[in-house]
């Protein structure tokens, strides 16, 4: 049996700590600290006619006051475009405090620092603010008429537009056999992680010192380089320490947000430390949402069910600012072709401007959507054709000898898109075994001789995870032998501080116990992208490994100079190295590490030993060249392109004949992320995303109405499922290992939550009889729906 920590499913080292309340979350942090707290629009669309606060500084414990006009320099510019890109028509980002105009409801107009929190929404409340309010812009019609625009200065809606086209669609659509049209709708919805956004801030400009910004986010880095530039303070004088973070799922990769510029800066203008912490309605109100598109699907098929040209025509609803650029849309169009090869493809999507909160990456990023049009199409066909869906998406998959497979299409930087490895007839056969989908039809017959209704579903998928650019790893060993490892990436809840130990645990053979890892610190980790897309096992996992592999060269080296052996006849395991032959000889690496370092000080807990420079050799330098004290060594890992997952899910479901309740009988899931570095955690990866596929399929949807105003924005009424209402799903796995990367895996992070709502839209379908055509379905949708497919 191998006892590599790489593949065997560890138990988390971070969770022990988190279960027993020890964790340290931002708000955890704030106690002591000044209180921001923010004057939100209560209209969708409106100019700011003036905003009187004579009021609240009556306020017992008000310490300022702040809207735009206090705000100067790069301070009083809109906030950057993160992600720019040739399809972008108009970017339009907001303002940290709004200048003139809100675009949506929830936006800050302005900001009051007080003693604590309840004097700071007194505050709040008693500033008036004058509206002149215009006419809101709501939903994609609404948006794509250009009847009314979202921005003053701007002629209609479109933030972008994006055609990717391979082969003539078109023109094949027109020539094949058979063709099909189709209207598909996916509603916006929400990450909504537990812990909402949150910074806190201390400014301390002692000698060498600056700003030191604690704040619940995916990209310290990002957030760092922000606050730099728009404080106008050198990038040394501000570190960014991201806390234990409760969830994250793509909402917090957002840098900087307004209030993770405007609480630095009023704690330097201030002097005194100043903290936020979001509540729940303003997260629904005032953070991102995803995944609204509607969608034309044009196909023509032949007799098989093989798609020979697809033409799919996306509006994507943007919200009312373009932080992201088109990154949402591109990940559709670029992914939503699965892992099937049609003849010709070609894809436009309008993203347009609405007066509604801003739309950014949510777990799976697009591809949600991107799946629900490319797996209602292969369902559309097999009912035309009265085939097996199986079999039509059999005749449509790429071949294992066809990868690396390149679909022509470009990503966000410009880099094709390749399919790496993978082996999707294998996922498809696996996922129809799995859920026993050759015996369904009996069991749904059965069923139905008894009134019930049941039905069947599948969904492939693909997903390019981890691009670039880079992430890097810090490995060093103490001269106690303890291992200390550092990555850019902040951590919210994927396991990275146990993955990571299990890399360097096989890498210098030590015991995970030995090693600590520390996420999100730019001081020991400054170059870091960030945590999302599905990258930290690719890219941080790789770049530790390599630091590691760096490490143990030195250690070898080292050791087999003191030790007078070959460094290849050294073994490194259990924290020591021997030599191969003659056991007893041998040194730990904690001497491994004082022997590094010439000055040879020793550091424990009882005792401070110096032995001061004793180098025997006196040819050269104690310090060679390009060589470094000491017993640690970085990298950076910069993959040349995403790398490839794939997976199928399958779902059965029964829809009761008189309420319309929906009910999962089995979830499966197949999923193919390359080698795996700890199933257990994959798997909780993989269960929580089916989690969240199942919410915004059967539950979740942001209900605005016709004045832009957010209907449903708390717990009370936005239908996060309980526990009892998500399937434990069954899983199997396939392991395709990456060409690209040291360590061959793939992303995992998103794989649960991508087909959802294909997977069930399809089962609900199957058991019903009639198309489904938009996503979440509820009781009452299906409800209305038999009403008027009966009516005919
Ligand atoms: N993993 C593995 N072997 C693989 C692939 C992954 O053991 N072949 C492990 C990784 O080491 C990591 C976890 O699985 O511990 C997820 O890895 P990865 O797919 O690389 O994703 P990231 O680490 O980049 O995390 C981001 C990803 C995304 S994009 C979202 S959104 C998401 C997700 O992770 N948000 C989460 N999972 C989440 N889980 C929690 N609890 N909270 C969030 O906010």
Redesign the pocket.
Known sequence: MSDRMVGAPVQRTEDERLVTGQGSFLDDLCRGAAAAAFVRSPHAHARILDIDVTDALDVDGLIAVYTHEDLSGPMADPLPMLVPHPSIVAARTPYALAREYVHHVGEAVAMVVARDRYAAEDAVERIRVGYDVRDPVVGLDDAFSAERTVHEDMADNVAGLLVQEVGGAPAAIAAAPHTLDLDLTIERSACT?LEGRGVHARWDPGAGGGLRLYTSTQTATGVRAAVAARLELPLGQVEVVVPDVG????VKIVHPWPEELLVPWAARRLGREVAWAEDRREHFIASAHERAQRQRVRVGFDGDGRILGLDVRILHDNGAYLPYGMIIPIVTSTQLLGPYKPGAYRVEVHSLYTTTVIVTPY?GAGRPQGVFAMERTMDAIADRLGRDRAQVRAANLIHPRDLPYDQGLLFQDGRPLVYDSGDYPATLNAITDLVGWDDFAAYRERARAEGRRVGIGLACYVEG??PGPYEGGHVQVETSGRVRVATG?ST?????QT?LAQIVADELGVPMSDIEVTTGDTRRMPYSVG????????TS?SAVAMAARKVRAKALRVAAEALGADPGDLDLSEGRIRVRGAPSEGMDLGTVAVLSNPLRYAFDAASVAATQFSDARHDRPPVAEGDAPGLEGTAFYSPLRCTFANGAHAAIVETDPDTAEIRILRYCVVHD??????PM??EG?VQ?GVAQGVAGALLERMVYDGGGQLLNASFMDFLMPYASEVPVAEIGSLETASPLNPLG??????AGVIPGSAVLAAAIEDAEGFRIDAMPISPSDLFHLRRRHAAG
Not at 247 to 250: D, E, N
Not at 492 to 496: C, L, P, T
Not at 531 to 538: P, Q
Not at 673 to 678: A, P, Q, S, T
Request: with cysteine; net charge positive.
């Open positions: 992680p969830g994250g799922f793509g777990r995870t981890a990436l919210q809840g994927q396991g990275h993955v945590t999302y897309a599905s990258r930290g096992a690719v996992g992320c390359g080698n795996v570095i700890n955690i994959v990866q929580g895996v793939k992303g995992a992070g998103e």
